[in-house]
């Protein structure tokens, strides 16, 4: 299926806008009209569009002064310049001030229609090369023992399907690194890979963050906004923390899952998106069906293959080979020299708790690689750097019982002790425990540490 545009055409002949505007909207193109520069001007700094089309001969300001102006205020808009008195000298000066093109009138539909679509054949090259830059070392799952080798197996199998996963495990376990791991086996990989962390979007924003908006819908909508499912046409969405998306924002998700169409706010007709849904959650989604807070029916809809991440205290054996790749990451990042961990570090940060999972991990081999002497991290770095607890050690306040309740012992401990050393900054006690600062509040209130009376000690 061909990729759709949204275009903004400014001539100041009303048949031209007239005839072009209708080529593109015969080949399913969104074109909006503009007959002077300098409202043209307030629409590309207002609103999305993925190329605009500016005659250069217009009364006032003319097309060249619009493009330099829009340059000027940061509009990076892909810019092809039109007219009808065109001479080297004006294309040479268009070419300079940043435009892609330049294109004598009059121009035919089929000259028009391969320029858009060599435009955004274009801008999807530069989005993927950016995000491969991006993800160059740091979106990479990590294993060597038998049972991730074994789930992963798993994924890949799902991958190869349009069967909905719902990703399953603690806070920092690696859950986006799965999804996006399906999403790059899949027959989707050539396409955009987007997310949402339900969790972290207010109640009041997260329809326009899933379905965009219409310019002038609600207050502050000063133009359209493109929404993640729209975003993500013929690739993925991943919706991290499913489980904590209002009741009212699940029904609309249950309708785009079946019907395959959204609608954005303000808008008077659907869209149609081609996207697979990837979710996860930290929490239990049964339980919440039982308690009424998660559809019922959603949650069919969403939990047909379920891959559960255990977290880093069950996987004790990657452990070594998570160290070295974050080691190995974090130098390459900062052009450090390469630092080591000798064989006593490594056995040492296999006994710690992890509360925060991988995330943690890789907070802590770094701080570990800023403290580190003579290239290298040893046991004393190590013991230096982390709380003076073990999951064996005997002083623990719940050596003995259950383990559900020693490892809240333990966690708890881990908790307090890093709150202290962050003088109760939450913020920095999240980071360093490789925590979002939410889940930090959330994971203190379990264990009855009272953050208020803790600072006012």
Known sequence: MAQKAHLLIVDDEANTLASLS????????????????????????????????????????????????????G????????????????AVRATRLGAID??????????????????????????ENQQLRQRLGKHEMVWSGEGMKKLMAQVERVAASETRVCILGETGTGKELVARTLHE????????????????????????????????????????????????????IFLDEIGDMPLAMQAKLLRVLEEGEVERIG?????????????????????????????????????????????????????????????????????WKPISFDPQAIHALQTQAWPGNVRELRNVVERL???????????????????????????????TGPLAERMAAFERE?????????????????KALGLERSHLYKKAEQLGIDIRSLRQE
Not at 75 to 90: C, D, F, L, N, R
């Open 369 to 399: 690689i800023l403290l580190a002497s003579d290239d290298k991290v040893t046991q004393d770095t190590v013991a230096s750097a982390l709380p003076q607890t073990s999951p064996s050690s005997s002083s623990s306040p719940a050596a």
């Open 22 to 73: 209708r080529a593109f909207r015969l080949e399913g193109h969104e074109a909006m009209v503009c007959d002077n520069a300098a409202r043209a001007l307030e629409l590309a700094k207002s609103q999305h569009f993925d190329l605009i089309f500016s005659d250069v001969v217009m009364p006032g300001k003319d097309g060249l002064t619009l493009l330099e102006e829009m340059r000027a205020q």
């Open 414 to 430: 881990v908790i307090l002790s890093e709150l202290k050393r962050a003088h109760y900054h939450m913020t920095n006690a999240a």
């Open 185 to 236: 086996k899949s027959a989707r990989a050539a396409g955009p890979f987007v997310t949402l962390n339900c969790a972290a979007v207010p109640a009041e924003l997260i329809e326009s963050e899933l379905f965009g908006h219409e310019k002038g819908s609600f207050t502050g909508a000063a133009g359209r906004h493109t929404g993640k499912f729209e975003q993500a046409e013929h690739g993925s």
């Open 267 to 335: 808008g008077d007709k659907p869209v149609s998106v081609d996207v697979r849904v990837v979710v996860a959650t930290h929490r239990n989604l049964e339980e919440l069906v039982r308690e009424g807070k998660f559809r019922q029916d959603l949650f069919h809809r969403i939990y047909v293959f379920p891959v559960m991440l255990p977290p880093l205290r069950e996987r004790r054996e990657d452990i070594p080979a998570l160290i070295e790749h974050f080691a190995r990451q974090v130098c390459a990042q900062n052009s």
């Open 75 to 90: 509009v990076t808009t892909p810019v092809v310049m039109m007219s009808g008195q065109a001479h080297i000298e004006m």
């Open 102 to 127: 330049f294109l004598e009138k009059p121009i035919s539909s089929e000259k028009l229609l391969l320029t858009v679509a060599n435009t955004l054949k274009l801008q999807r090259l530069e989005s």
